[in-house]
């Protein structure tokens, strides 16, 4: 069984400039979510879809996006990219919710120069 | 809102020795615990996790933690570590009617040859 693939594993972007991640859910995994891991801030929690509904959002700004399709891959979209947004960027998947078990891609580095 | 106190960003350890990572949660309500696992440019893997039931809970690579309800804790144990140990891990809770994982903000274990 395939894990959960992110793509791509690394990203170089200019400030002001857009940047769209990918992730693909385990096969039969409905339950998408997405973190922010940084050195200062830890892991943060910055939304999760369910068949292709958000029902929960961290305290991001609204440069932060993502949405689920029907095949529950998702997608995470930064715009007006800020040096603060250097992360590492990961998602997990999950049957219904986290507190199932939520397996890890091995995330996105974007790094913002 | 949930969280999750990590005592100690680092801990040391022979190999051979005892590994002990402590683990405090805020809740009037048992929620869900977890502790993950992440090696260098990884994702985070599950080691074991409380739902409930049974308060001592044997995960992975022979880790094991018990649920304290009266102290709020979730400490994560190993008798004997291995080189393979050295690594962050992370405590994570969750709220039976929430979608997200909130993070300790992790200990990073060395082992000592």
């Known amino acids: 069984k395939a894990g959960v693939t992110q793509t791509p594993r690394y990203l170089i972007k200019t400030r002001g400039q857009q940047v769209t991640l990918s992730c693909s859910p385990i096969s039969g995994h409905r339950s998408v979510s997405w973190y922010q891991q940084t050195p200062g801030q830890g892991l943060q929690f910055l939304f999760e879809?369910?068949?292709?509904?958000?029902?929960n959002k961290g305290n991001f700004p609204g440069r932060f996006s993502g949405r689920q399709f029907s095949n529950s891959r998702s997608e995470m979209n930064v715009s007006t990219l800020e040096l603060g947004d250097s992360a590492l960027y990961l998602c997990a998947s999950s049957a219904g919710a986290v507190r199932t078990e939520a397996f890890f891609g091995q995330g996105t580095r974007l790094t913002v120069v | 809102a949930q969280s999750v106190t990590q005592l100690g960003s680092h801990v040391s350890v022979s190999e051979g020795a005892l590994v002990l990572l402590r683990c405090n949660y805020s809740?009037?309500?048992?929620?869900?615990l977890f502790w993950y696992v992440q090696y260098p440019n990884q994702g985070l893997q599950l080691l074991l996790k409380y739902t409930t039931g049974a308060t001592l809970v044997k995960g992975i690579n022979g880790f094991e933690a018990e649920f304290k309800k009266s102290e709020t804790s979730f400490h994560l144990t190993k008798p004997s570590a291995h080189m393979s140990d050295a690594a962050e891990y992370f405590c994570?809770?969750?709220?039976?009617?929430?979608?997200?994982?909130?993070f300790g903000a992790g200990t990073t274990v060395t082992v000592r040859a």
């Open positions: 994570a809770v969750s709220d039976f009617n929430d979608y997200k994982l909130s």
């Open positions: 879809y369910f068949s292709e509904t958000q029902r």
């Open positions: 809740s009037s309500v048992p929620p869900y």
